[in-house]
């Protein structure tokens, strides 16, 4: 059961509308349990859940996990397999609740890289869930940033090729709708569990602005309460966007 004191800490006028979450720490989690690293990520899957439900239940608009990053394909093949089949799973087990509490999901990243049962599941939940008007909970799948810029810039590259496109017409907003983010606004906050500084190739464009927050603590062992301090903690903070302090303060 959380803290409703950190809760009430929140100041509901001044949410940031999309939180970015690294999920980190749930093999050393189980390592330092005594468990398998498998058994980390099937306790990360209730971490998951719980953050969900708590961003949904203070107003967060939308919520984007680092699931599987293209980089964990190389990973032993057990623990990918774990994985895809963890997946399935927890898909099957958390649709009921998406669907009780109006949250709509949706994924970015290689999709097709994912066996057949895995997608099969992840499209189901997509249409099932695509009318909730609540959450939009983002999973980033098989994901990287350079994969997704990479593609960003073929595909414009054949668009100016064929005619399609003129090289004037190249600007940030085109870049923005040619990510797999295109219709998701860029992230206000992001937070990285498990003790690391680092963004590890994620959302690289969509981050220019978000405020960074790192915690030592691993991702089975951050709930609500985590959620609520990250929170508190993006709220003390100052965001000028290349202007003066002075500034911020005249426009408010």
């Known amino acids: 059961m959380y803290n409703r004191l950190m809760k009430e800490q929140i100041d509901s006028t001044r949410l940031p509308q999309h939180i970015a979450i690294i999920m980190d720490g749930n093999g050393r989690w189980a390592q330092k349990n005594g468990m398998e690293r498998y058994m980390g990520h099937q306790e990360g899957a209730v971490s998951v859940r719980k953050v969900v439900e708590a961003a949904g239940e203070i107003g967060i608009k939308y919520l984007t996990l680092y699931a599987f990053s293209t980089e964990n394909w190389n990973r032993p093949k057990e623990e990918v397999d774990a994985l895809m089949a963890l997946l399935i799973t927890t898909i099957q087990r958390e649709t009921g609740d998406l669907m009780k509490n109006n949250v709509r999901l949706q994924a970015i990243g290689d999709i097709e890289r994912l066996p057949e049962a895995s997608k099969s599941e992840l499209h189901w939940c997509l249409n099932e869930t695509s009318k909730n008007t609540g959450l939009t909970l983002v999973l980033a799948l098989s994901y990287s ?29 085109l870049i923005d709708k040619s990510l797999t983010t295109k219709n998701i606004p860029d992230p206000d906050l992001l937070i990285r569990t498990g003790g690391e500084h680092r963004i590890s190739n994620y959302l690289l464009w969509q981050l220019a602005y978000a405020e960074l927050y790192f915690t030592p603590t691993y991702w089975p062992e951050f709930r609500e309460n985590s959620l609520f301090e990250a929170i508190v903690d993006y709220q003390k903070r100052e965001r000028r966007f290349g202007k003066t302090g002075e500034q911020i303060q005249s426009e408010k």
């Open 145 to 173: 940033s350079r994969w997704e810029i990479t593609k960003a810039v073929h595909d414009i590259a054949q668009a100016v090729k064929e005619n399609r496109l003129h090289l004037e017409e190249i600007d940030e907003a």
